[in-house]
């Protein structure tokens, strides 16, 4: 059945006017700059523990170096200083995808000033933390950088993956004796330093957190860790073997690895094995 004349008159007239009321497009401005000359153009850089907080003074920071691809002329370097960021802000808090994550409360960056004259590719790369030499990792990227147009706020973000794994006891190159009953102890940290534990933040739950036992480079035992509430590391029991076994000692190994982050830290040492004690002879 067809509409009356006078209702689709009625149709067509109120699209009209709703058409007629919608603002008309308009371009953005453009930037206020010169046409010619260097333009001062400010690059922030953050390096940030892939799932956890920002490289801060507690780990000794990140490097940060930003390269010109085409020349390779290092056009800055240095390090990123200040706090590792809000914890319930950066790991708590739901953000939309333009929301500050890391900037919207103080935490470490690295922030640099360039003199662009041209739209410029460059490589901007990453190490840390440096306090922990065995556990530095470098990550970069690379972007286009326009002169005059100031990268800020959270500014670029570099992800650094890993864990800070460090055996606590025996000692490094501790001499361990033959046939003892040792405790292997291993603290576990975020590359920002935030620690590893059961139904945190980080939780060590989610983590595969195992111990070894080597001859060589040979396994010989892998060992469940647990961990210690009371002294805030994983530990787990584990026997030395016979010293005519391994003349040469141990080395020991811990390994932390989250398959869902991509995250793996890992510390090892070696130990000399001297003889077992004699027990003591009977005096008559």
């Known amino acids: 059945m067809t509409r009356p004349p006078l209702v689709l008159f009625g149709l067509i007239l109120s699209l009209i006017l709703f058409l007629s009321s919608i603002p008309p497009a308009k371009g953005q401005a453009l930037p206020e700059l010169p046409l010619n000359g260097p333009q001062p153009t400010m690059v922030l850089v953050r390096v940030v523990a892939q799932g956890a907080m920002v490289l801060g003074r507690q780990v ?15 056009l800055a370097t240095g390090l990123q200083q200040g706090e590792a960021g ?45 306090a922990f030499p065995a556990a530095v990792q470098k990550t970069s990227k690379t972007l286009l950088l326009i002169p005059g147009q100031d990268l800020t706020h959270d500014g670029i973000v570099l992800h650094l993956y890993g864990y800070l794994v460090q055996i606590e006891r025996p000692k490094p190159r501790e001499a361990l004796i033959a046939k003892d009953d040792l405790k292997l102890r291993a603290s576990i940290r975020t590359l920002s330093g935030s620690l590893v534990r059961p139904h945190g933040d980080w939780d060590s739950r989610k983590i595969r957190i195992y111990g070894e036992v080597l001859v060589g480079n040979r396994i010989i035992e892998r060992l469940q860790m647990f961990y210690d509430e009371g002294s805030r590391t994983f530990e787990a029991p584990f026997f030395v073997p016979p010293s005519k076994d391994v003349p040469d000692g141990i080395r020991l190994r811990v390994i932390a690895t989250d398959l869902s ?24």
């Open 60 to 74: 000794g920071g990140a490097r940060v170096t930003i390269t010109d691809v085409a020349s390779g002329h290092i």
């Open 86 to 130: 809000d914890q319930n802000q950066i790991m708590r808090t739901p953000h939309l995808m333009e929301e500050p994550i890391y900037s919207s409360r103080p935490s470490a960056a690295f922030t640099t000033t360039l003199q662009l004259q041209t739209p410029t590719l460059v490589e901007i790369s990453a190490e840390g933390p440096l």
């Open 261 to 284: 982050t991509g995250n793996s830290g890992m510390d090892q040492a070696d130990y000399p094995v001297l003889s077992e004690r004699l027990p003591p002879k009977a005096i008559h």
